[in-house]
Each structure stands twice: as C-alpha cells, then as structure tokens.
C-alpha cells in the first residue's frame, strides 16, 4: 500500500466535525439505497449513485471539492453502467495475516492486516485488506491499465470497496461459501485526487491489475 503526500491546498479545520459526520451519514445512505435497488436493476441504482454524488461533491460542506473547484463544477466524469463489471466472488485465504503500517500525511500510520485475496475471472487478483484500529473495515483499492492515461482513471489508483465509509455493495450467503459482490461501475477516487490536503491510502502492488477497467469514476 502507498499513501498520497501532498500540499494541503484547503484548509481541512474549516470543516467542522458536525459536517464530516453528516457527509458520512449520508455516505451510509446512499450505499443503502444503492444495495436495495441493484437487487433489481444495477444499472439504476447507478444513475441514482452518480446523480447524489454529484450533488454532495458540489453542495456540501465537508465535500473535498474547494470552494472555487466547485463553483466551476458540472458533474463527476464517471462512464455508463456496463453490467459485465459486476462480479460475485468469494474472498481466498491467499495472503490473509500479512500486515502493513502507512504513512499518511494528516492521519499518521494507519495499519492494515490482509483478509485474504478476490479473484477476478480473466482480469487477476486484489489483495482484501482490514483497517486496524477503531472502526476497521474492509478495503479494497485498485489501480487498473488506465490509470493516468488520457480519458482514463486517477493516475493513483481508485477505491472499490471502503466499509467504514459505507462503501460496500453487500455478501451473498454466509460462511466460506459466501460471495462478494464487487462492481467496479461503482469505483470511485479517493478525495485526494481533488484536493491534496485529503490523505489517502493508495494501492500497493498486490492491489494492480493489468487490465482496463474503464468504468466507474474517471479523472
């Protein structure tokens, strides 16, 4: 894993906490609603996805946009819902127990230990890693093939899963025959890819795949 230093171009203190915790409440809601409507029709829930971050990132106050970024806002780049990027699989012990410590420049070391690896047909492998400390959660980053080409993804890599952000699209079953559902039309980038003060884990080398994954939130 590798965190993104930068430049603080916005000060983050202007943020109150009241704001953060509303903009993570929302955050929650938003994947409810997303997770009930994909039961159906994913590509809807995925034009619901885009349309209400669009409207946080350009209304809300804890949105990483900076004050003049949104007053020229129009929208996310993000391409149309392709229903061949959305996968069921299960989570292997391959790797499970490593541990990894990341620098950040705001939020000090932040502490992963892997869960195991996703294997995606025809596309290769992610490491699935669980945030040590209080709250964890299950993150899965990524970068992909197109990453930082023109008309592709964040040059640093994307997010795909991000529990304790709310970011999560469900299991089906339980135990070791459970299966995740990863839909990578819903990856989306970190905040520091639209403002530097933001400190963001970013992929390592076992979180890389080969391939173009051109869809999702682009750059």
């Not at 906490?17 to 938003?30: E, S």
């Not at 997770?35 to 971050?53: C, F, G, I, M, N």
């Not at 809300?60 to 061949?84: C, E, V, W």
Request: glycine share 10%.
């Amino acid at each position: 894993m590798e965190a993104h230093h930068g430049t603080a171009e916005e000060d983050l203190a202007d943020i109150s906490a009241v704001d953060v915790a509303d903009w993570r409440l929302r955050i929650f809601a938003l994947y409810a609603n997303v997770r009930k409507l994909s039961v159906e029709d994913p590509a809807e829930a995925h034009t619901y996805w885009r349309h209400q971050r669009d409207l946080m990132f350009a209304t809300h106050p804890a949105s990483a946009l900076s004050m003049a970024d949104k007053g020229r806002f129009s929208g996310l780049k993000t391409a149309d819902y392709d229903p061949i990027y959305r996968f069921h699989v299960p989570l292997t012990k391959e790797g499970a127990g490593r541990e990894m410590s990341v620098e950040t420049g705001t939020d000090g070391v932040v502490n992963f230990v892997r869960l195991g690896t996703f294997d995606l047909p025809e596309m290769g492998q992610l490491a699935v890693w669980k945030l040590r400390g209080y709250g964890g959660g299950i993150f899965v980053p990524f970068r992909d093939a197109t990453a930082g080409q023109p008309g592709g993804s964040y040059g640093a890599g994307r997010y795909l899963l991000d529990t304790i952000k709310g970011a999560f699209h469900g299991v089906n079953g339980t135990g070791p025959d459970a299966t995740f559902v990863l839909d990578f039309n819903f990856a989306y980038n970190p905040s520091c890819a639209y403002n530097e003060a933001w400190a963001c884990p970013l992929p390592g080398p076992s979180n890389r795949l080969a391939v173009e994954i051109p869809v999702g939130e682009l750059y």
